[in-house]
């Protein structure tokens, strides 16, 4: 991670929120603002794990989770913009 300028707005959290996939040091590293997780509800491996969901709440990362929705970016070329739509019935 030291060799890389991580920063970015927007994190895609890794393997649908499994606990190893986004540690406190990455999550500095990026310094997102806005998290996406994509996760099925009710699935067999818990994802996401609440250490991870925890973690983005600590660093006041606004979360959007797909079970709630379609998650829809765009951006001006100053700022991000997202989006979610409910889930369709």
């Known amino acids: 991670m030291n060799d ?3 920063n970015a ?3 895609k959290i890794g393997n649908h929120g499994f606990n190893t996939s986004t540690s ?3 999550i500095k590293a990026v310094n997102p603002i806005y998290a ?3 996760y099925g509800t ?3 491996h818990g994802h996401p794990h609440g250490d991870v969901y925890d ?3 600590e660093s006041e990362i606004d979360a959007s989770s797909t079970p ?3 998650i829809e970016m765009s951006d001006d070329g100053r700022r991000v913009y997202i989006n979610q739509s409910p889930p369709t019935p």
Do not use: C, H, K, W
Request: hydrophobic share 45%.
């Open 55 to 57: 973690r983005l709440m």
């Open 36 to 38: 996406i997780l994509s």
């Open 68 to 70: 709630n929705g379609t």
């Open 42 to 44: 009710d699935n067999q």
């Open 4 to 6: 890389y300028d991580l």
């Open 24 to 26: 406190p040091a990455f």
């Open 9 to 11: 707005e927007v994190l």
